[in-house]
């Protein structure tokens, strides 16, 4: 029996997939960082249903404050008697969201304005490069900090105010990738036979950029998440919501740093430096996965 051509077109990403994975699979630090965020985003994901939410409310704290590790509390309390190991374990669902959809909301912007700037040139680079190289030269923590004093408190606004100032490395990234591209001879080849800029944008451009955009679309989530820990430690996230930066700035605000109570610092903190480097070490694996050359040299 003769293979149809949608049988062999999905033959050959299968074969394709398979070769990816076994790449990333010998990358053995990769390997451990997606162990690691599959087991944290696994948590955080079934948290309602394994935890008891109602242990959140301070009106409803069932120990003492600041009450050290025991066979209750296995990691303590915090100064309203609530269990640290429950904020820590809901305190890793807001920051993985938020490092998440900034990180998607910034990728986005960047692909956008580096494809833009790079296939059409001329006038339309001159400004997306000028409007970029303003984001780049403006200090992103002290923007986000502005947008998120002045909008409304809450999540969407943690989101877009990371999203909107941690765009411009991915545009130069993009930008540069989609001028590779576009110097290719078969781009040549689609503009003689009379393709147009959607054509070349959908259908040669974008799936050549994208590997790259996914790979940075990882680390980008590691300094999301970074960034919605310290606008959270400088009493700018979320005020109805639990996340790690919020609960060490609760522990600097109460004294449990100069009290000794180690308890309260270290999960948060512990929390923030595993997702960080987990998304970090995924990250450099799907580089090597897209980028042969990086192969030999880890």
């Known amino acids: 029996m003769t293979a149809t051509a949608g049988q062999i077109i999905w033959a050959r990403r299968k074969a394709r997939a398979a070769e990816a994975w076994r790449v990333f699979r010998a990358d053995r630090a990769g390997l451990v960082g997606l162990v690691l965020l599959v087991v944290v985003g696994a948590l955080a994901l079934f948290a309602p249903l394994l935890t008891d939410a109602s242990g959140l409310d301070v009106t409803r704290a069932p ?6 590790p025991s066979s209750e509390f296995w990691l303590g309390t915090d100064e309203s008697g609530r269990s640290v190991l429950l904020l820590t374990w809901w305190g890793a669902r807001v920051s993985l969201v938020v490092g998440l959809f900034a990180a998607v909301l910034s990728v986005l912007i960047g692909t956008v304005v580096g494809v833009l700037a790079a296939h059409f040139g001329g ?15 403006l200090p992103s923590l002290v923007l986000a900090i502005a947008l998120s004093t002045v909008l409304a408190r809450g999540l969407p606004t943690i989101v877009l105010a990371i999203g909107v100032t941690a765009w411009p490395a991915t545009a130069r990234m993009v930008r540069a990738q989609t001028l590779t591209v576009e110097a290719r001879p ?5 503009w003689a036979l009379g393709a147009g800029h959607g054509h070349i944008i959908g259908r040669h451009v974008l799936p050549a950029v994208l590997p790259l955009v996914f790979a940075n679309t990882t680390l980008s989530v590691a300094s999301a998440i970074i960034a919605e820990s310290t606008l959270s ?3 700018l996230g979320d005020p109805s919501r639990v996340s ?14 100069t009290g000794g109570a180690w ?8 929390g923030i430096v595993v997702v960080v480097l987990s998304f970090t070490l995924c990250g450099r694996a799907l580089e090597t996965v897209f980028n042969p050359r990086l192969r030999g040299r880890r």
């Open 63 to 68: 120990g003492e404050p600041l009450q050290a």
């Open 123 to 137: 006038w339309v680079s001159r400004v997306l490069l000028r409007f970029t190289d303003f984001f780049l030269v």
């Open 186 to 190: 078969y781009i040549e080849r689609a």
């Open 233 to 235: 430690f400088l009493g």
């Open 244 to 257: 790690w930066g919020s609960m060490l700035k609760s522990a600097m605000d109460t004294g449990a740093v």
């Open 263 to 270: 308890w309260y610092l270290l999960p948060p903190g512990l």
